[in-house]
């Protein structure tokens, strides 16, 4: 099929495309910006159609899928998305046979699902809708308004987070982690443990942590998403702001990266219920308890080598003659299978400041693929992987995995 032929389909539903583009983003340079996607992918696509294929149809199928793909973007991103524009978001995304849009849609009133359907499903224009219904447009922009702010209160998920809970599972997969008899290998590791992000403006992550229910599965217990967005200084010292959200709080890690170590510089927590702001930073005595750890708060150092402080004379059985928060150290190399992907790790062990061992499993990368906590018990639950210390056990409580890795 030739480019002649595409240009000359694509020009008679161009309109049509526009239309429906338009009434899907925030603003006419956004999409512009997707139109353009739009063409290029029904363009590339175009040979591959079937002849008996309804053009316009499938046009609008492309247009749909792009609009999704904007979505994602501005959510990953972390930019700020408005609840009207989340709703737009989630029918770009899915269509009614979408069970949980579907569920929804069955809850409302039938004035408010008619409009909708009309609207995103159907594909029609406000003006179309008012000609249908013998009405003003403006009482059709009501009717919408409306019908969407009741669509949100109904639907079962929080809105501007649907594509994190669909990545990240609720249950997590089984995970399979082999012992290897090959020895550690070295690795620069500049992510900050626990949040799965490097201190680069511009890296950003969403991550879920996963803690035991009453069938003894990991269960999705937080979703949280990672964004490094700022340059900062704080007390004279040059850093980035990491920002990190869930759906309690906002967080901010501000993180200094130099050639040897990562530092943190300060902290900033946002409670949500009652906007609290809680600022601690390098100079208050406390932050060097939780937050702050190495000779005079040097930080981490981010070549991760096996240094001997942490000894294993038995598979899961360490040895340390002084136990101290984040001074980790690497313990055996590991086959890491997740959703049949194998990695090739080494483990990562430390103890933060709350007693708790934790292990990373770190590709060659320098990415954490798989996180651990494990707390102090004198009774462990059957069926948990346990390790000891000192000849205290120490019980697998709760895992995180990035998307990265989902």
């Known amino acids: 099929m030739e480019r002649s032929e595409f240009e000359k389909l694509f020009g008679e539903c161009s309109k049509f495309v526009e239309r429906y583009v338009y009434r899907r983003t925030p603003n006419k340079f956004d999409g512009d910006d997707v139109i ?3 063409y290029l992918a029904a363009c590339e696509k175009y040979g591959e159609l079937d002849g008996n294929v309804n053009f316009k149809a499938w046009m609008l199928s492309v247009a749909r899928n792009k609009c999704a793909d904007y979505y994602r973007r501005r959510y990953k991103s972390c930019l700020i998305v408005s609840d009207s524009e989340a709703v737009d978001s989630l029918f770009a995304e899915q269509n009614e046979s979408h069970s949980a849009v579907a569920e929804t849609l069955e809850r409302m009133r039938e004035k408010d699902r008619h409009i909708l359907t009309e609207f995103y499903i159907s594909g029609k224009t406000q003006k179309e ?12 922009k009501s009717r919408l308004y409306t019908a969407k702010n009741k669509f949100r209160e109904l639907y079962p998920y929080p809105l501007g987070k649907e594509y994190y809970y669909m990545k990240l599972p609720k249950i997590l997969p089984e995970i399979r982690i082999l012992r290897l008899q090959d020895n550690p290998f070295d690795v620069i590791c500049t992510q900050e443990m626990g949040y799965f992000i490097s201190p680069v403006i511009g890296e950003e992550v969403s991550f879920a942590i996963y803690d035991f229910n009453e069938k003894s599965e990991l269960e999705r217990t937080s979703v949280e998403m990672a964004a490094v967005k700022n340059k900062a200084k704080i007390h004279g010292v040059e850093c980035v702001e990491i920002a990190i959200e869930n759906e309690k709080r906002y967080m901010s890690h501000f993180v200094r990266l130099t050639e040897t170590h990562l530092q943190n510089v300060a902290f900033c927590n946002r409670r949500k219920s009652d906007g609290t702001v809680n600022i601690s930073t390098f100079l208050d005595d406390k932050f060097f308890g939780i937050w702050g750890f190495g000779e005079n708060n040097c930080g981490e150092e981010i070549l991760r080598i096996p240094r001997g402080i942490i000894a294993e004379p038995q598979p899961d059985e360490f040895v340390r003659k002084k136990i101290e928060a984040h001074n980790l150290d690497i313990c055996g190399r590991f086959n890491v299978e ?18 708790e061992l934790v292990e990373n499993y770190i590709d060659g990368d320098g990415r954490c693929v798989y996180f ?18 000192n000849g205290d056990i120490y019980e697998h409580t709760s895992s995180a995995v990035a998307d990265y890795v989902l």
């Open 36 to 38: 353009q996607e739009v």
């Open 129 to 140: 809708i008012a000609a249908e219904a013998d009405c003003s447009v403006g009482t059709v």
């Open 338 to 355: 997740i959703n049949n992907k194998v990695y090739d790790t080494v483990r990562s062990i430390y103890f933060n400041s709350f007693g």
């Open 372 to 389: 651990r906590r494990f707390d102090r018990t004198d009774a462990p639950v059957g069926g948990r992987s346990i390790v000891t210390l």
